[in-house]
């Protein structure tokens, strides 16, 4: 019988010395963990082998006096088991998912980590609140309160067919002595697309194209009760053109400026024209129009909540003024829940 004890980093190892030099008969008597520290750490074992290991595994080591070696006494046989059925107990352990050696322990962290990294890309992005309860923790409308009110917002937007809705409705329909004013010298027949309409309602129109010219439209404009200023539809990314429209509206004190937005949109969209229209200009109100061309009408709610910007008017479809509502968060939700049709809401 041959007893040796082997260190190394893992039990694999440990009982690949064992094989190696007692043989593939050899038997595990005991295990110990090894600590170096509180990471690094390595697996000393026991082992025995019956077999001399330079006699051939088949073949009885050699006896010079002929004689049969002696039996093992029932004493010894459990003497040599009990380690035996430690060890068996710890090798169950171990392949239960507890590695005592740091390198197997360093191994299974690393892949821990890659697959929570790999659950977290892959995971679904999580359900945005349900509208009634954005509704409940946000100001999502405000009533238009300024005397000189500007839309401002993207080509396309619609904020010359607004300007004219809004115009008709206070001087129609609420008789308000109103006056128009336009910055929209860019847009071919800007001008007189709003002349048209200052004509039937009838309401003072002046083309401004710089702060010096807004400011003698104003003044002629003293008399009016609301005064709607249409300006040039630009890109949000054109920031000459934002800085040129932010230096000729400076010239209004007490200004309210809403920002027009096509409710089709993706709300990505809404956010960049938002902060980049932010980044030249005073907003104090978002302005949905073409409601009757989306199919999804949540960020009526949801771009308020987000974009911390109260909505006071909604649009939907060309009829002026009657395509036109005013808003409180009650009817901005109702909007919202069903993606309501045009005509289905009364002004």
Same mark, same amino acid.
């Given at each position: 019988?041959?007893?040796?004890?082997?260190?190394?980093?893992?039990?694999?190892?440990?009982?690949?010395?064992?094989?190696?030099?007692?043989?593939?008969?050899?038997?595990?008597?005991?295990?110990?963990?090894?600590?170096?520290?509180?990471?690094?750490?390595?697996?000393?074992?026991?082992?025995?082998?019956?077999?001399?290991?330079?006699?051939?595994?088949?073949?009885?080591?050699?006896?010079?006096?002929?004689?049969?070696?002696?039996?093992?006494?029932?004493?010894?046989?459990?003497?040599?088991?009990?380690?035996?059925?430690?060890?068996?107990?710890?090798?169950?352990?171990?392949?239960?998912?507890?590695?005592?050696?740091?390198?197997?322990?360093?191994?299974?962290?690393?892949?821990?980590?890659?697959?929570?990294?790999?659950?977290?890309?892959?995971?679904?992005?999580?359900?945005?609140?349900?509208?009634?309860?954005?509704?409940?923790?946000?100001?999502?409308?405000?009533?238009?309160?300024?005397?000189?009110?500007?839309?401002?917002?993207?080509?396309?937007?619609?904020?010359?067919?607004?300007?004219?809705?809004?115009?008709?409705?206070?001087?129609?329909?609420?008789?308000?002595?109103?006056?128009?004013?336009?910055?929209?010298?860019?847009?071919?027949?800007?001008?007189?697309? =709003?002349?048209?309409?200052?004509?039937?309602?009838?309401?003072?129109?002046?083309?401004?194209?710089?702060?010096?010219?807004?400011?003698?439209?104003?003044?002629?404009?003293?008399?009016?009760?609301?005064?709607?200023?249409?300006?040039?539809?630009?890109?949000?990314?054109?920031?000459?053109?934002?800085?040129?429209?932010?230096?000729?509206?400076?010239?209004?004190?007490?200004?309210?400026?809403?920002?027009?937005?096509?409710?089709?949109?993706?709300?990505?969209?809404?956010?960049?024209?938002?902060?980049?229209?932010?980044?030249?200009?005073?907003?104090?109100? =978002? =302005?949905?129009?073409?409601?009757?061309?989306?199919?999804?009408?949540?960020?009526?709610?949801?771009?308020?909540?987000?974009?911390?910007?109260?909505?006071?008017?909604?649009?939907?479809?060309?009829?002026?003024?009657?395509?036109?509502?005013?808003?409180?968060?009650?009817?901005?939700?109702?909007?919202?829940?069903?993606?309501?049709?045009?005509?289905?809401?009364?002004?």
């Amino acid at each position: 019988m041959r007893v040796a004890k082997y260190k190394a980093a893992n039990m694999r190892d440990a009982l690949a010395q064992a094989k190696r030099e007692l043989g593939e008969h050899a038997i595990i008597l005991s295990t110990r963990e090894l600590r170096r520290g509180v990471v690094d750490a390595g697996i000393e074992i026991t082992a025995v082998t019956e077999v001399d290991q330079a006699t051939d595994a088949e073949t009885p080591p050699a006896n010079p006096s002929g004689t049969q070696p002696p039996a093992l006494a029932e004493a010894d046989v459990e003497r040599i088991m009990a380690p035996l059925r430690s060890e068996l107990r710890a090798l169950r352990t171990m392949a239960r998912g507890n590695p005592t050696d740091s390198a197997a322990l360093r191994h299974e962290l690393a892949e821990l980590k890659r697959s929570i990294d790999a659950l977290g890309a892959g995971a679904a992005a999580p359900a945005p609140p349900p509208l009634e309860q954005v509704a409940r923790t946000a100001r999502l409308t405000a009533r238009s309160s300024g005397r000189v009110v500007a839309l401002i917002g993207p080509t396309g937007a619609g904020k010359t067919t607004t300007v004219a809705k809004l115009a008709a409705r206070a001087a129609l329909v609420r008789g308000f002595r109103v006056g128009l004013i336009t910055l929209d010298d860019y847009r071919v027949g800007g001008e007189e697309q =709003l002349r048209v309409y200052a004509e039937l309602i009838p309401a003072p129109l002046f083309l401004a194209t710089n702060r010096i010219e807004l400011a003698r439209a104003l003044h002629s404009l003293v008399d009016c009760d609301l005064v709607y200023v249409d300006t040039s539809g630009r890109s949000p990314r054109d920031q000459l053109a934002q800085s040129e429209l932010a230096s000729t509206l400076s010239a209004i004190e007490g200004l309210e400026t809403h920002l027009v937005l096509p409710a089709p949109s993706a709300p990505a969209y809404m956010d960049q024209a938002t902060a980049r229209y932010r980044s030249a200009l005073s907003v104090d109100r =978002l =302005l949905f129009t073409k409601l009757d061309e989306a199919d999804d009408l949540a960020q009526l709610v949801r771009a308020p909540a987000r974009l911390g910007l109260p909505v006071a008017h909604l649009t939907m479809g060309q009829a002026v003024p009657e395509d036109l509502e005013d808003v409180d968060d009650a009817a901005l939700l109702d909007y919202a829940l069903h993606n309501r049709p045009a005509g289905s809401r009364t002004a």
